[in-house]
């Protein structure tokens, strides 16, 4: 063992030898050559260039260069290194100064703590409290504690909802009708028009309005589709200016998966709810008495079956009094007044209004969201209108409701539509596997009367919640197939109608006929 090592020692001590004769050789080699007799090394050069041809001058130019830029590459990694050292070094020292300070400052803020417990002592005396140090801070960390208790009980969670009880002063805001703003549907669609036209720019045609206003009396969800520039947002927007409340208009995130991206959540480690636009925009209008839009604006960016379940579910409901939606598990002191036990009382003057796009960027609207919504297609601008200046009006939510009412009560769908609905239900059922069901009949039988007290037919209203509700279905299924049944279809609808009626249900079925 001993033999083995003494061998290894000399081993290495040979290695480094050499390691340190060849960078002492190379040192001398540049040391004599460039700075001691230059001169010997450039006449050895001169008297050896003498033989040079071209070859040789082409590959000394080439071998003198590379030596230039080792030389250089060498100098210049010598000095980064020494530049690291010296930052490194100059680090070193700079935290042991900074320690040093440190030191020092806390010693002076042990200096300072002791000179305030010694005055707050000298305080207590006048106070009557114990002249102990330890119990004068502990009875001013209890008083401490005790302030903190009492401005988490003035500081709400909601800091959004409380500043609307505070806007509104815990009071609702009683809308005021005058005789003027007393109109009827039909009469509600004509100054929309013109007030649109006339303040705001924005051309709508009788039917569409009618179709809107179809829709509110129908459904509480409202989803306006149609390519970029049809109006589908200003639509809303002007009805919140037509109407004298503004609408609100929330821009759906392609992230939202589920309830509490809209309404919020409450957070765990701050104890505080992020409230969200969405949510406020609800609880304002528990303080309101006229009519409020809330609208999802590219609300297929995500899935709305997804972030929306809830609200598809309670607006089913039949009694406004069991619209509740779940806020928070529940309740402590400082929450805003409208909530109940964690719980938001949906009220009945608000519309969910979505606007849906069709491209490769949005998920498909399924049946379930359909099916419980009033559907409007906004395909073409409306042509220009040049319109008396009119003003905006206050209608309250209960005069609206009975508006949509009376319409129901006065224009009930004919006998005749009615049988003629039924055998259009029949052949799609039986040809198509598609039927009208329950909740669609009920919109059917809600939607074209308040379409036709809005100024339109009868005919009309039956054509475009059919296309919308039923024949919009028809798009799933396997239509090179169904070709023969297709014009059975529009040969029904002519015996039933007239050749002349249906133009909305025959565009959409001559659509599918030319994608087959």
């Not at 020292?93 to 707050?120: F, G, M, R, W, Y």
């Not at 006229?290 to 604006?297: A, S």
């Amino acid at each position: 063992m001993s033999e083995f090592a003494t061998w290894y020692i000399e081993f290495i001590q040979t290695v480094f030898e050499y390691v340190a004769s060849f960078f002492a050789t190379l040192f001398n080699a540049f040391y004599y050559a460039l700075w001691v007799n230059p001169s010997n090394m450039l006449d050895s050069f001169v008297n050896a260039s003498m033989n040079f041809n071209a070859l040789d001058w082409i590959i000394g130019i080439l071998i003198l260069i590379i030596n230039f830029i080792f030389i250089v590459s060498l100098a210049y990694f010598i000095i980064v290194l020494l530049r690291r050292y010296f930052r490194f070094v100059k680090k070193e020292v700079s935290k042991d100064d900074l320690l040093i300070e440190i030191t020092e400052l806390n010693q002076k803020l042990i200096d300072v703590t002791d000179e305030k417990n010694a005055i707050l002592t000298l305080k207590s005396s006048d106070l009557g409290l114990p002249m102990n140090r330890r119990s004068v801070t502990g009875t001013l960390a209890k008083l401490n504690e005790e302030e903190d208790e009492k401005l988490e009980e003035q500081t709400s969670r909601f800091t959004k909802l409380i500043a609307v009880d505070e806007t509104y002063h815990m009071q609702v805001l009683q809308t005021n009708m005058t005789e003027s703003d007393m109109l009827n549907l039909n009469q509600l669609v004509d100054r929309f028009i013109n007030f649109a036209a006339s303040q705001l720019k924005l051309f709508y045609s009788p039917k569409i309005v009618s179709i809107f206003f179809a829709g509110m009396g129908s459904s509480k969800i409202i989803i306006l589709e149609g390519i970029s520039g049809t109006g589908k947002t200003s639509l809303p927007y002007s009805m919140g200016k037509f109407f004298n409340n503004d609408t609100s208009i929330i821009s759906v995130q392609p992230s939202w998966r589920d309830r509490a991206e809209m309404i919020g959540y409450l957070n765990e480690f701050t104890k505080k709810f992020n409230e969200t636009d969405f949510l406020k925009s609800i609880y304002e209008a528990t303080y309101r008495t006229d009519l409020n839009f809330i609208v999802l604006d590219e609300m297929n960016l995500a899935r709305v079956e997804y972030y929306f379940a809830d609200f598809l579910s309670i607006l089913e409901m039949p009694n406004t009094s069991e619209w509740e939606i779940d806020i928070t598990s529940d309740t402590v002191p400082g929450d805003p007044i409208h909530l109940k036990e964690g719980k938001l009382l949906l009220p009945p003057n608000i519309w969910f209004i979505g606007t849906a796009n069709r491209d490769d960027s949005t998920f498909a609207i399924t049946d379930k969201v359909y099916d419980r919504a009033a559907s409007i297609e906004l395909s073409v601008r409306a042509d220009y209108i040049d319109a008396p200046f009119t003003d905006s009006i206050h209608v309250t939510h209960d005069y609206m409701d009975a508006l949509f009412k009376e319409a129901v009560k006065m224009n009930p769908i004919s006998q005749k539509s009615l049988e003629n609905l039924k055998k259009i239900d029949e052949f799609i059922t039986q040809n198509f596997q598609i039927t009208f069901g329950n909740r669609i009949m009920k919109q059917i039988n809600t939607f074209v009367p308040i379409f036709v007290a809005c100024g339109q037919s009868e005919v009309d209203g039956l054509d475009y919640i059919i296309t919308r509700k039923v024949l919009r279905k028809f798009e799933f299924l396997n239509l090179p197939f169904l070709r023969k049944e297709l014009d059975e279809l529009i040969a029904l609808i002519d015996k039933l109608f007239g050749k002349q009626s249906f133009t909305e249900a025959r565009n959409m079925i001559n659509n599918y006929k030319k994608q087959m």
